[in-house]
């Protein structure tokens, strides 16, 4: 029988876990964390926009701790509609200048 789940009554869904994140501060707390072997971990900094990378050997010294900037995304805005009709006529256009250019006959003037 599986212990990690407590046993719960009848119908209902077992309680999850709950989790969190653990926060230390500069290289020396991210050094002092502890951790078993083999292990790893990404751990926020209390004091500053960093996160460190920490991993263990398999005797559960620090084998890497690495710290990288937290810093914002940033995401360019869905075009909207009007925008994407704008570039396909314009995109319309200027295959029709090509054609024209070029001598050839559009495959869609062939079929109306």
């Not at 790893?40 to 263990?56: F, G, I």
């Amino acid at each position: 029988m599986d212990n990690y789940f407590q046993q719960s009554s009848f119908g209902r869904r077992p309680e999850l876990p709950r989790y969190d994140l653990c926060f230390v501060k500069g290289k020396r707390g991210a050094m002092d964390f502890e951790m078993g072997a083999n292990s790893r971990a990404l751990l926020p900094d209390a004091d500053e926009p960093v996160v460190w990378y920490v991993c263990t050997d398999e005797l559960g010294r620090k084998s890497t701790c690495i710290d990288y900037d937290m810093i914002p995304r940033k995401h360019e805005p869905e075009p909207t509609t009007q925008e994407l009709k704008d570039t396909i006529a314009q995109l319309t256009a200027k295959i029709t200048n090509l054609e024209v250019q070029l001598g050839v006959e559009s495959t869609d003037a062939k079929q109306s």
